[in-house]
């Protein structure tokens, strides 16, 4: 990969106070001359597609991402898997050009193209540089409105699918979290299985992954990002002849609001080995909720702060138990949840259990105190930027924004929003999420001294 623009990830890390663009359609060509820092901006194109848009000059290179609605959440019962081999057989060939014929033309373009499903959406992934920018867009182009979804390259993607079923079946992380899943959305899209099964895997055909990309990659609701050595006037024309004759509305089915269930419950699924693993969680809170800021600062302290976390300190440290323990916040378009793992040696594994449930529960009744809450605010304000280390990343964090709702000012506000969190705040945020008894547990291994409270649901 080439190195990353310094100069942009020093932007990136001042929070750019004062070079984030309005939000008026940005029209004109950026300034390239200019010492200001970077700046986003939003981009309209003539046919009304938005993008926004980080104009870098200091290495010759675009990277692109784009978020489509839809995704995993949309396959169909018996269909599960489609939208994800749609999305892998996507970039197996376009136009007149077969999957061998694609693949070589990106290698001389220098160019790198993916795309990916994720629960809620089709996700694309671009880059390339500067001298190679239009014939790598007129691949890109291809892509998107002629993908030719070949019985070759279907079968292939099918065999890697399988292999990696095949793989997750004996993994028993992936078991665990795959498990939690099922129980914890029971009944919802959220519970299939996004990757397909071996039953419906096989039986998916062209026509079938067709009908995801006609139904999903559409212009309404796209969220683009984009990165590097172009400007606004560039950008927008180029927008048009990239999505411009795409369907103008997806066909989506609704996907309704849910609560992650199973609380109160352990299941455990036996499989001969030294250790268990074990996936946790619970309901949490939606990116848009106002309490989001401060659950993400109570959340850090409780298992999302490393060794300095009460779950690593509580866990690890005093009672040795196991190497490491954490929990993050979840968000979906539907939902929100907090979900945690830790792995143990089996004897250990209902202690380790009773000291999470404790240590959670305490969170929930009594709040962080006041130097955690400040030493939270100092850490999450100050790493945010080391983790958007390339243009692609910093493209997708763009697309993230979006999707979001954050705004187009949400460098300038972040470290703000997480500063006007207070003490009332955190401990509000904390009573609503972390509440033991609706804690789902599930346990792959031999534990001792652990029972289930019912066995776990299919075969396994």
Same mark, same amino acid.
Request: hydrophobic share 45%.
């Given at each position: ?40 901006e ?25 978020s ?20 892998q ?12 014929a ?12 993916s795309?990916s ?20 867009l ?16 279907l079968k ?8 990696d ?11 665990? !979290? =795959?498990?939690?899943?099922?129980? @914890?959305?029971?009944?919802?899209? %959220?519970?299939?299985? #996004?990757d +397909?099964?071996? &039953?419906?895997?096989?039986a ?11 139904d ?70 939606? !990116? =848009?909720?106002?309490?989001?800021? @401060?659950?993400?600062?109570?959340? %850090?302290?409780?298992? #999302?702060? +490393?060794?300095? &976390? ?90 993230s ?5 954050l705004?187009?000012? %949400? ?14 705040d ?26 289930a ?8």
């Amino acid at each position: 990969m080439p190195p990353f623009p310094r100069r942009l990830v020093t932007a990136l890390l001042i929070l750019i106070p004062a070079a984030v663009a309005a939000p008026a359609a940005a029209q004109a060509p950026a300034n390239s001359a200019s010492a200001r820092p970077a700046a986003i901006e939003r981009v309209v194109s003539p046919g009304g597609i938005e993008a926004w848009l980080l104009t870098d000059r200091s290495l010759p290179l675009l990277a692109v991402s784009m978020s489509f609605p839809g995704g995993t959440a949309q396959d169909k019962p018996g269909k599960e898997g489609a939208a994800d081999l749609a999305a892998q057989v996507m970039t197996e060939g376009a136009g007149d050009l077969d999957a061998e014929a694609f693949r070589a033309k990106l290698e001389d373009l220098s160019t790198s193209l993916s795309v990916s499903a994720s629960r809620d959406s089709m996700n694309l992934s671009f880059r390339t540089l500067s001298r190679y920018r239009d014939d790598a867009l007129g691949l890109l182009r291809l892509a998107l409105l002629q993908p030719r979804f070949d019985e070759d390259a279907l079968k292939r993607a099918k065999e890697r699918q399988l292999s990696d079923l095949a793989r997750a079946a004996t993994s028993p992380g992936e078991i665990a !979290r =795959d498990l939690w899943w099922r129980v @914890a959305f029971a009944g919802h899209p %959220y519970g299939r299985d #996004g990757d +397909g099964t071996e &039953a419906s895997v096989p039986a998916l055909t062209a026509d079938d992954l067709r009908g995801v990309w006609r139904d999903q990659i559409a212009r309404e609701g796209v969220k683009i990002g984009v990165v590097g050595d172009i400007d606004a006037a560039t950008l927008a024309p180029m927008l048009d002849a990239l999505l411009g004759r795409l369907p103008a509305k997806p066909a989506l089915s609704p996907v309704p609001p849910v609560v992650a269930g199973g609380g109160g419950d352990v299941l455990i699924v036996q499989r001969k080995q030294s250790q268990s693993v074990v996936t946790f969680g619970a309901p949490g809170l939606k !990116r =848009d909720d106002p309490d989001f800021e @401060a659950a993400h600062l109570v959340n %850090y302290i409780l298992g #999302g702060g +490393g060794f300095s &976390a009460r779950l690593m300190r509580e866990v690890r440290e005093k009672a040795g138990l196991a190497y490491s323990v954490g929990t993050g916040l979840g968000t979906l378009d539907a939902t929100g949840f907090v979900q945690g793992n830790v792995a143990t040696a089996n004897g250990a594994v209902a202690r380790s259990i009773e000291l999470i449930r404790q240590e959670l529960g305490r969170m929930g009744s009594e709040g962080p105190t006041e130097a955690e809450l400040d030493n939270a605010k100092g850490s999450v304000i100050d790493s945010f930027a080391l983790n958007l280390d390339s243009t692609i990343r910093i493209a997708g964090f763009l697309v993230s924004l979006q999707r979001d709702g954050l705004g187009i000012d %949400y460098l300038e506000t972040r470290a703000d929003r997480f500063r006007r969190v207070t003490l009332a705040d955190a401990k509000r945020a904390a009573a609503r999420i972390f509440d033991p008894v609706r804690l789902l547990f599930v346990v792959v291994g031999e534990p001792e001294s652990l029972q289930a409270t019912r066995a776990p649901p299919g075969a396994l």
